[in-house]
């Protein structure tokens, strides 16, 4: 049976990773013992593609290139295995990258990552024909310029495109050359997540530069998004964290979900701060079922600001 066309295309770095659970890190010079250990595929829009595949939507991913050695295929196996559709490119010019995340109880994520140059520039040449019909681009903004080409193209494509800026929109430059080709973009108050610049502030610097939607994460406080004059602010639930790793990348695999789904703004950010909420209590990236993330997005605490002046469109 063919494939059916990806509704997400996710575009970035591909990297095997272990993600290794503590009660808590060590001191400098000594050890913890490590109580599970699970192993995935990174960056962010990797893990998107394969979260969304548990909620049974067809994705794709345009990667970089890795070595042609074991690693390398295993990645590609594991993409394979999960249905993400897209080739996984091999070079012998080239070591496939590896990332080391240590996650402890605090829900709190240490991490040890490779991203030299020469791979990144394999996303230069990468075949961009899967971008063609599908519903949404994904992109990170630490993957640098290279992300342009795939933004441009989707953007002449009439795709809309999700940008993941965590902290860059404190950089004037990115958040001009970033920003304005962006349809989404999902953003932190500031690099340590500590709120020190208000939420609101940040979505409104995001939509002056074209963005349609802006949604600021707050950690363990939920979210806030705002698309035009319509503003949600969900409140995220006590939970007992365990693994923070991926929590931002399951809130957004969680919007864009309802996104393609053709929900309206506040159900996509209950079920993406449910979906995130959930996913840190439990070691690795397997997704909670749909309607159990539903249940407890319908209990979210949700406020409807009411603000003045916002950015027109």
Not at 77 to 85: A, M, R
């Amino acid at each position: 049976m063919k494939n059916q066309p990806p509704v997400y295309v996710g575009f970035g770095m591909l990297t095997p990773v272990a993600i290794m659970v503590v009660e808590q890190l060590p001191e400098h010079n000594t050890g913890a013992l490590v109580k599970e250990v699970n192993e995935f595929v990174f960056d962010d829009a990797a893990i998107i593609a394969c979260l969304l595949r548990q909620w049974e939507l067809p994705t794709g991913m345009i990667g970089t290139a890795v070595g042609d050695d074991p690693r390398g295929h295993i990645l590609a196996q594991q993409l394979k295995e999960w249905g993400v559709q897209g080739e996984v490119r091999h070079s012998r010019e080239i070591s496939t990258p590896w990332e080391v995340d240590v996650s402890d109880e605090t829900g709190a994520r240490t991490y040890f990552w490779e991203r030299a140059p020469q791979v990144l520039n394999t996303l230069d040449a990468a075949d961009l024909s899967l971008l063609e019909g599908t519903g949404l681009l994904y992109v990170d903004w630490y993957d640098g310029d290279h992300i342009l080409r795939a933004m441009d193209h989707a953007r002449n494509l009439g795709v809309p495109v999700f940008l993941n800026f965590e902290h860059g929109h404190a950089d004037p430059e990115l958040l001009e050359r970033y920003g304005g080709r962006a349809t989404i973009c999902q953003a932190v108050t500031d690099a340590a997540q500590r709120g020190d610049v208000p939420p609101l502030e940040v979505a409104q610097k995001l939509l002056k530069t074209g963005v349609q939607t802006a949604l600021i994460t707050m950690a363990g406080e939920g979210c806030l998004v705002v698309q035009g004059q319509e503003v949600v602010r969900v409140h995220a639930p006590a939970v007992h964290a365990v693994d923070g790793c991926g929590a931002g990348a399951t809130f957004s695999a969680g919007f864009i979900y309802g996104y393609l789904k053709g929900w309206n703004l506040e159900s996509s950010a209950r079920f993406a701060t449910a979906a995130a909420s959930l996913k840190v209590t439990r070691p690795g990236l397997q997704m909670f079922p749909i309607n159990k993330i539903n249940a407890l997005a319908a209990s979210l605490p949700v406020e409807r600001p009411a603000v003045a002046n916002q950015p027109g469109h």
